[in-house]
């Protein structure tokens, strides 16, 4: 679980991305309101470069616009989801690679029994976000950057 709010150490946002300079990382779940909780859970006092997390059950893609960050659990939201967040600074996050073909920027695989993730930089260049040159070297796999 902290493996998801790690990226947030790892991600600078554009000007504008936050309504202020000490808003929280608003953190999205569609379709994963479980894991939203334990989420939501293990991260309660904890923070990225100094930013408190919040968390948000979405049942779409609607409502993305005020998040920072948005897991998808649920594959069939996937297309719709990563549409809503196309060009946004939201970094988009689920498994597998059917979430990669849905435009995906991180997803998770699991390689060999660990779990590991892929890197898609089209969307992710698109978006206006940076991530830190670390997450290319853990990565399973770097697409497009």
């Given at each position: 679980?902290l493996f998801?709010?790690?990226?947030?150490?790892?991600?600078e946002?554009?000007?504008?991305?936050f309504?202020?300079?000490n808003?929280?990382?608003?953190v999205?779940?569609?379709?994963?309101?479980?894991?939203a909780?334990?989420?939501?859970k293990n991260?309660t006092?904890?923070?990225?470069?100094?930013r408190?997390?919040?968390?948000?059950?979405?049942?779409?893609?609607?409502g993305?616009?005020?998040?920072?960050?948005v897991?998808?659990?649920?594959?069939d939201q996937?297309?719709?989801?990563v549409a809503?967040?196309?060009?946004k600074p939201?970094?988009?996050?689920?498994?597998g690679d059917?979430?990669?073909?849905?435009?995906?920027?991180?997803s998770?695989?699991?390689?060999?029994g660990?779990?590991?993730f892929?890197?898609?930089?089209a969307?992710?260049?698109?978006?206006?976000?940076k991530?830190?040159?670390?997450l290319r070297q853990?990565?399973?796999?770097v697409?497009?950057?």
């Amino acid at each position: 679980m902290l493996f998801r709010s790690n990226f947030a150490k790892f991600t600078e946002w554009p000007g504008g991305a936050f309504a202020s300079d000490n808003a929280p990382i608003t953190v999205a779940f569609v379709g994963a309101d479980a894991l939203a909780d334990t989420f939501e859970k293990n991260v309660t006092g904890k923070n990225a470069n100094g930013r408190d997390f919040t968390v948000k059950k979405l049942t779409g893609g609607a409502g993305l616009e005020n998040c920072q960050i948005v897991f998808v659990g649920a594959a069939d939201q996937a297309s719709s989801v990563v549409a809503a967040a196309k060009g946004k600074p939201v970094l988009t996050i689920g498994d597998g690679d059917g979430f990669a073909t849905a435009g995906g920027m991180i997803s998770f695989v699991d390689a060999g029994g660990k779990i590991s993730f892929d890197l898609d930089f089209a969307p992710i260049n698109t978006s206006g976000l940076k991530l830190d040159a670390k997450l290319r070297q853990v990565a399973r796999k770097v697409k497009g950057g």
